[in-house]
């Protein structure tokens, strides 16, 4: 089972294109104010620089990646103290129009900032893959993996030629460009001091990542921490002592928020009866599955479907 591959579904993670920036020359800044998602900037053409309140600014050159996991307020400049003005401000003096596009002027070489966004169907805890990153994630395009730049080449592109259904390719664009960058940063960050418990570094310990494959591959079997250590070939205290280090959870807590994942995604993207998808998901009721999807989302499974169905 590709554990990533089953939280972003499980969650209906998808990529929304929102601006491009461009301009001609340095003597331009973008503020962004927190964001109530994750966000992500794709430098297409030129260079520009990043800031943020916790760390040097950090030049950005055509194919760099930028990922905001946290939506953590930012900005981009053309140059490391130029001032800066709020995007809303931009975009109200520089209409987007129909390409989308604020354009910023100047006479100097162009830079050209694909700008995006990452929304999913939210839960109290946070994002399980966005809470497991750091604030800010920088993939230089020069160090990507080849699959990683032949994404990178193809977005810039199709955001810029406004060809029929160029933006739909884009958008489906961001999300194999997120999971390419995040794998990308699991490599690095398996080779680095890099400490914390992170379930998506959890992957790359044999037996951990296995027993993580093995919840999400059966969320309904009656699994137990013993059980699971045995699969693994591991004692019980050993498998839950590693198991609730690397991974910040006890096994049982993490099954549970996979379960009560794959109910509401059951609950978005089908029509099965509350009772069904309790035990699809390994509940032995009705009763006991409303009371942990409750606790979890703040709302009731039967209401949770009903707004759901109001937002899609």
């Given amino acids: 089972m ?3 591959a089953d939280v972003l579904a499980a969650t209906g993670f998808k990529g929304v294109l929102l601006a491009q920036l461009r301009s001609s020359g340095s003597g331009w ?9 994750a966000g992500f900037h794709l430098i297409a053409e030129g260079a520009c620089w990043l800031r943020t309140a916790e760390a040097p600014p ?5 194919g760099d990646v930028v990922l905001l996991p ?3 307020p930012h900005q981009l400049v053309g140059a490391p103290d130029q001032d800066t003005l709020p995007y809303a401000e931009l975009e109200a003096a520089h209409p987007p129009g129909r390409e989308g596009v604020v354009d910023l002027g100047g006479d100097g070489p162009v830079v050209r900032v694909v700008c995006g966004k990452f929304d999913y169907a939210g839960s109290t805890g946070g ?4 809470s497991a990153l750091p604030e800010v994630i920088h993939v230089p395009g020069m160090s990507a993996d080849p699959h990683l730049q032949g994404i990178i080449r193809i977005l810039a592109a199709e955001s810029a030629n406004g060809q029929p ?7 489906r664009l961001t999300e194999v460009m997120f999971v390419l960058a995040v794998r990308a940063w699991i490599e690095r960050t398996g080779t680095t001091d890099e400490k914390g418990p992170s379930w998506l570094t959890a992957l790359r310990d044999p037996r951990i990542g296995t027993a993580l494959s093995l919840m999400h591959e059966e969320p309904h079997r009656d699994w137990t921490v013993e059980g699971l250590a045995h699969t693994v070939a591991m004692s019980r205290p050993a498998f839950a002592r590693q198991f ?9 807590a993490y099954l549970s928020r996979v379960r009560i994942d794959l109910a509401a995604r059951l609950l978005r993207d089908t029509d099965d009866p509350v009772g069904g998808i309790a035990q699809a998901v390994g509940y032995s009721s009705e009763f006991a599955f409303s009371r942990a999807f409750s606790r979890e989302h703040g709302i009731a499974p039967g209401r949770y479907r009903r707004t759901a169905a109001a937002h899609s």
Avoid: E, I, Y
Wanted: contains cysteine.
């Fill in 2 to 4: 590709d554990v990533l």
């Fill in 58 to 62: 950090v030049q950005l050159v055509s």
């Fill in 29 to 37: 800044g973008c503020a962004v104010d927190q964001l109530d998602t």
């Fill in 127 to 130: 994002h399980p893959v966005l």
């Fill in 165 to 171: 259904g160029s933006r739909a390719v884009a958008t």
């Fill in 70 to 72: 946290r939506g953590t």
């Fill in 244 to 252: 609730k280090a690397v991974v910040g959870l006890t096994p049982l």
